[in-house]
């Protein structure tokens, strides 16, 4: 079984900088793609980015040059750096893994960009 737990979340303003973290717990981490979704308040869950086991990322076209996916397979953890936030970024943020099959969710972190 699979548990993930998003941290990193908080209120920062305008043009500001957080960075997620998602712990995955198992030994399955390294084998599968990672992603982060996001949703706020009356809004679908979207896609922000995602990252295979090998490094590939893709993000969404809002996002591309201010958010950046990585991962450490050692720390079984991915991360999301975020940056030049805006008051759209406002959303629970969930961190995915991507099982055949399946996918895990974690329980998320509120991100909230407000002056």
Do not use: H
Request: glycine letters at 14%; one cysteine or more.
């Amino acid at each position: 079984q699979v548990q993930l737990v998003e941290s990193g979340g908080g209120l920062v303003q305008p043009g500001g900088s957080l960075r997620l973290s998602c712990a995955a717990s198992g030994s399955i981490f390294r084998f599968y793609r990672m992603g982060w979704y996001r949703q706020a308040p009356g809004q679908q869950r979207e896609l922000v980015a995602t990252i295979t086991s090998g490094g590939i990322t893709n993000y969404a076209d809002s996002v591309k040059g201010r958010f950046t996916i990585s991962r450490d397979n050692a720390k079984n953890t991915v991360y999301l750096q975020m940056n030049s936030l805006k008051p759209e970024d406002t959303a629970v943020y969930y961190c995915n893994l991507d099982a055949p099959g399946r996918g895990y969710w974690g329980q998320g972190t509120q991100v909230t960009v407000s002056s």
